[in-house]
C-alpha cells in the first residue's frame, strides 16, 4: 500500500471509529414495533423529537419476529406488539417492566384489493371469496403467528369460510408484506389494517369485518426489562397522551 | 421437549422434507444444462462482454437475495413481462407454485455450478482433445469420449453444491413465492414460519438438526466424488 493512500486509510478508520460513538450519545430510545404501525411511529418519532428528545431508532416487523427478538435479548426499550397474545407471552416470560403495559390504540380489519384489477365479493357469513378470487390468491400475514393473519383466519373462520379459502391463502411475514402483493396485483384480495388500506393509493377497500368476528384488535405498549435509555418511559408516555393519540387518529388509528 | 426433538418426522414434516427436494432437484436438473454451456463459453471461448457475462453469472452470489426475489417477482409475477406471456401462451404460472421456487432456487444456484464445471473443464489437458482431432474424431465424438468425461467431476461436483445451494435457498424464495404451505414452504421457509409460533420451538430444532445434515452430507458427498473421480488429480473445488 502506498503511503498517501495509507494515509487516507487512516483517516478513513478514524472517522469510521469516531462517529458511532458520538452518535451513541444522543441516540433515542429503541423501539420495537409491529409493522402496521410503520407510518405513524415515524411521524410520532418526528413529533417528540421536535419537542427536545433525541429521535428514537424506529425497528419494525411482523409482532411475532419482534417476540422472538425480545424473548433473545434484544437490548430494545419499548415493543409495541400489534395483539395482547404477543405482549402476553413476553410479560408471562418476565420480559417487560411491571405497569408499564398500555394499550395506545385500536384498529379495524379490512378486506382490500388492487384498484387497478379489483375483484367484487360481499362480506357476510359463508360469503363467496374463493370463489372471487378465482385462479388468484389471498395475501395476508401467517395466520398461525402474525397477529394480522391471526384476526384474519379468526374473522374467515367466523364468517364460515376458512377451511374452503385457507388453500388459497399466501402468507406474509407481515401484514404490509401482504398489502405489498395486493399492491402490486399478484394477488386479487389480501387482508390487512383499515389504516394499511389507507396508507396505500393502490389498493381499495372491498369490505370491513365486522367487529364480532374477530378479537378486539388493540396495540399494547410496554417498556423493557432490559431498557436501559433514560428517555424510553417519555416516549411510552407522549404515545398515551392527547398528542399521541392525535397522531394515531391522523393516520385512522382508534381509540383503544 | 427432547422426546420432541428426537421423535421421527410428523407427515407434515415429510411433506416439507419432500418437497424441498423435489424444487432443489428440479431446480438443477433445469438449470445444469445452460450452466455447462456458460461454463464452457467462458472457459473455452474469447468473445466481446465477456467480463460482463462472468459478472452476470456471479452476481446471484453478491447481490442480496430480496433483491433477485423482486426482480423475479417484476418480470414472472402475474404482471411481469415474462409472467404473462407464460401464463397467456402456456398457462404456466410460477408465482406463489413450486415451480416458482425452483426457478428461484435455479438462480441462487447457477454462479456456484458455472464456477464449479468451469474449473474442470479448465483443467482439461487440451493436448487431448487436439490429439484425437489428428486422428480423425470429430468435434462431437471428441466432446462426448474426452471432454466431457474429463469435465466430470466439476459436473458432479456443481450438481451437488448446486442442490445443497437450492436446499437452503430462503431470500429469493420468499420475496418471490412468499409462504404457500405443500406449494412454497420449503425447509428454511418452514423454520422461519417455526420461529414466529409461541411454541415453535422443537420444530425449529428439529428443522435445523435436518437441514445442518442434508448440508453437510452434500458437501461431504460432492467431495468424496470429485476425489474419487479424479483420481487423486486436480481437485475442482
Request: net charge positive.
Amino acid at each position: 500500500m502506498k503511503p498517501p493512500f495509507l494515509r487516507a486509510f487512516c483517516a478513513l478508520l478514524l472517522l469510521l471509529s469516531a462517529n458511532p460513538s458520538s452518535a451513541a450519545n444522543d441516540r433515542g430510545p429503541v423501539i420495537l414495533a409491529a409493522a402496521s404501525l410503520q407510518d405513524v411511529l415515524a411521524v410520532a418519532a418526528v413529533e417528540w423529537a421536535r419537542q427536545g428528545h433525541a429521535q428514537p431508532v424506529l425497528s419494525f416487523a411482523g409482532s411475532s419476529a419482534l417476540a422472538r427478538q425480545i424473548r433473545a435479548g434484544a437490548p430494545a426499550d419499548l415493543f409495541i406488539s400489534a395483539d395482547e397474545d404477543w405482549m402476553d407471552i413476553v410479560e408471562k416470560g418476565g420480559l417487560i417492566q411491571p405497569r408499564t403495559r398500555a394499550d395506545i390504540a385500536g384498529n379495524q380489519l379490512v378486506l382490500v384489493t388492487p384498484i387497478r384489477q379489483p375483484a367484487q365479493v360481499k362480506m357476510g357469513r359463508g360469503m363467496p371469496i374463493a370463489r372471487a378470487l378465482g385462479s388468484s390468491r389471498l395475501a395476508m400475514a401467517d395466520p398461525d403467528s402474525v397477529p394480522a393473519g391471526k384476526y384474519g383466519k379468526a374473522a374467515l373462520t367466523q364468517l364460515g369460510v376458512w377451511t374452503a379459502v385457507s388453500p388459497k391463502v399466501v402468507r406474509a411475514e407481515n401484514v404490509r408484506a401482504a398489502l405489498a402483493l395486493v399492491e402490486r396485483g399478484e394477488a386479487r384480495l389480501g387482508i390487512v389494517y383499515a389504516t394499511d388500506a389507507r396508507a396505500s393509493r393502490k389498493v381499495r377497500i372491498a369490505g370491513i369485518f365486522p367487529a364480532w368476528t374477530h378479537p378486539p384488535i388493540r396495540y399494547p405498549v410496554a417498556r423493557l426489562r432490559t431498557s436501559r435509555h433514560a428517555d424510553a418511559d417519555a416516549f411510552r408516555t407522549f404515545l398515551l397522551s392527547p398528542k399521541g393519540r392525535a397522531v394515531l387518529a391522523r393516520y385512522g388509528f382508534s381509540a383503544p | 421437549m427432547s422426546s420432541d426433538i428426537y421423535a421421527a418426522l410428523s407427515p407434515e414434516e415429510w411433506s416439507i422434507l419432500a418437497l424441498s427436494l423435489k424444487v432443489s432437484l428440479v431446480a438443477v436438473a433445469a438449470i445444469l444444462p445452460a450452466c455447462f454451456c456458460i461454463a464452457w463459453m467462458l472457459a473455452r471461448w474469447r468473445f466481446p462482454g465477456k467480463l460482463l457475462v462472468d459478472a452476470l453469472v456471479h452476481l446471484p452470489l453478491v447481490l442480496p437475495p430480496v433483491v433477485t426475489g423482486w426482480l423475479l417477482l417484476l418480470l414472472f409475477g402475474m404482471n411481469g413481462p415474462i409472467g404473462r406471456w407464460l401464463s397467456d401462451v402456456f398457462g404456466i404460472t410460477l408465482l406463489f407454485r413450486w415451480t416458482g421456487a425452483a426457478l428461484a432456487a435455479a438462480i441462487m444456484a447457477v454462479p456456484l455450478m458455472v464456477r464449479a464445471i468451469r474449473l474442470s473443464i479448465e483443467a482439461i489437458d487440451t493436448r487431448l482433445e487436439s490429439a484425437a482431432a489428428t486422428l480423425g474424431a470429430s468435434r462431437l465424438r471428441i466432446f462426448f469420449t474426452i471432454s466431457l468425461p474429463l469435465a466430470l467431476p466439476g459436473v458432479l461436483a456443481a450438481i451437488i453444491l448446486g442442490f445443497a445451494r437450492s436446499l437452503g435457498e430462503f431470500g429469493a424464495t420468499i420475496t418471490f413465492v412468499s409462504d404457500v404451505p405443500g406449494e412454497t414452504r420449503t425447509l428454511p421457509i418452514a423454520i422461519y414460519a417455526a420461529m414466529q409460533m409461541p411454541d415453535g420451538e422443537a420444530m425449529v430444532t428439529r428443522f435445523a438438526i435436518l437441514s445442518t445434515m442434508l448440508s453437510l452430507g452434500a458437501l461431504m458427498l460432492s467431495e468424496i466424488m470429485v476425489r474419487r473421480i479424479a483420481h487423486g488429480g486436480r481437485h475442482v473445488i
